[in-house]
């Protein structure tokens, strides 16, 4: 749904969608989710003229696309126990920021951390980097940088136009009554650059966050031990940042508690891949490679909570050290020890980089859209093994923009997919050419 939203306001072609969850399985609860409205309000919001009719049972809804105008927005992404989190919005928030008629500075209210979407720190490590290394936005810090509208200075403007950059205010928590809050500035686009990304390189250097949330401090410890245990064994340069939120910094004394760690890899050629694990993982992570879904839904994955599994060797210390642990989220079984946090965090990492590719697996949809989008000229871009969502991708490129993918294994050296495509060469028709 979020792919063709984007699609139908970057193309101008209305947007129908009917039969949302009317089968047998959804007879009970049918129609949009509460994520899924706001996210059509957030559509609204930060475009004119946009038009969005749901019918009396939520089971189809009609778009009429506008024009996105950017600027500056506040936004709450739902109810954190119910809605999904922070990242399910910023995907597709980012690629329509990029044509919009000025700079976005949008603040998002919500879940930063859960075990479904990717989390915040993903964007921030992963996301924006890879935009930079495609020539959008700048390394500029917007902090100091006052808009005041439009009589700034053309200094500010011209610093603010070219800032691409994440600023995490607060972090909370999937599953409490508050959540956190993030603020997101992408600068626009007269047309996106021609991507040639055929050299995936090799690994240098594993950058991380271990985060932890209204629990106590050695948790984040612990992540990093285990996330070392496995990584050292390959490469020395491993650094892992530790970040404990307390209850003034992390949602306040009702929100939920949690704790997890996003690690990212730099290549010898400048791209980065990034996985990520939290405290209630599920197996549904296996086919993204992190804590967190791509563009594209997988709507037949299905969420399995597993647990840590460790064994008390170390007596009474170790089983209370898991006793405390299981009760993060209420003791439901689901809570994985900070040791295997970590391990499976960095054993999700080798995995994408056995991958292959020059984005990981929860990237691969963003990749195509942005080569669909772009100018008129061969874009060419290494890719690992194919996931669902990136196939579905596709698909809806082809039926909105026409435009077809030319896939060429190359199985003589590595397992990856040389992609190729004709952008449909769309333009930001608000921004004047330079």
């Known amino acids: 749904m979020r792919l063709r939203v984007c699609l139908s306001l970057l193309t101008g072609r209305p947007l129908r969608v009917e039969g949302i969850r009317t089968g047998a399985a959804d007879r009970l609860n049918p129609g949009l989710r509460e994520h899924e409205v706001s996210f059509l309000r957030l559509v609204e919001k930060v475009s004119n003229g946009t038009l969005v009719e749901i019918n009396e049972t ?98 500010s403007n ?24 993030m603020e997101l500035r992408v600068p626009v686009v007269k047309q996106l650059p021609v991507i040639r990304l055929v050299d995936e390189g090799l690994v240098k250097r594993v950058r991380g966050v271990a985060y932890a949330i209204n629990v106590t401090p050695q948790f984040s410890n612990r992540m990093v031990d285990g996330c070392r245990g496995v990584l050292n064994n390959l490469l020395p340069d491993v650094f892992i940042f530790t970040d404990h939120n307390n209850r003034a910094d992390g949602g306040g004394r009702s929100a939920s508690r949690g704790y997890g760690i996003v690690l990212n890899a730099e290549t010898t050629s400048g791209c980065s891949i990034s996985a990520g694990c939290d405290s209630r993982y599920s197996s549904a992570n296996r086919a993204t490679g992190a804590s967190g879904g791509p563009m594209v839904d997988d709507d037949d994955g299905e969420d399995l909570k597993t647990g840590g599994g460790a064994g008390d060797e170390d007596g009474d210390g170790a089983r209370q050290a898991r006793d405390s642990t299981a009760s ?99 333009s930001n028709v608000s921004k004047a050419s330079r």
């Open 158 to 181: 011209s610093v603010y136009d070219e800032t691409l950059e994440l600023r995490l205010i607060k972090r909370g928590y999937a599953g409490g009554a508050e959540g956190g809050e």
């Open 328 to 426: 993060v989220q209420g003791g439901d079984g689901g809570v994985a020890l900070p040791e295997d946090v970590g391990q499976r965090a960095a054993r999700l990492l080798l995995e994408e980089v056995n991958r292959g590719g020059a984005v990981d697996s929860s990237h691969q949809a963003l990749m195509v859209a942005l080569a669909a989008c772009g100018p008129a000229e061969l874009h060419r871009f290494r890719l690992g093994p194919l996931s669902p969502s990136c196939i579905r991708a596709l698909r809806e490129i082809r039926r909105f923009l026409n435009v077809t993918f030319l896939l060429q294994p190359e199985t003589e050296h590595t397992n990856t997919i040389i992609a190729s495509c004709i952008g449909a060469g769309l």
């Open 58 to 155: 939520g089971t189809a809804f009609r778009l009429r696309p506008g024009v996105v105008v950017g600027g500056k927005h506040i936004h709450d992404c739902g109810d954190v126990r119910s809605s999904r989190s922070i990242g399910w919005f910023l995907e597709p928030l980012i690629l329509l920021a990029l044509f919009a008629k000025r700079p976005m500075s949008i603040t998002l209210r919500g879940a930063t951390n859960d075990c479904l979407d990717p989390a915040v720190d993903m964007f921030r490590q992963t996301t924006l980097p890879l935009l930079r290394k495609l020539g959008v936005g700048s390394t500029t810090s917007f902090a100091g940088v006052s808009i005041v509208g439009a009589d700034a200075g053309a200094e």
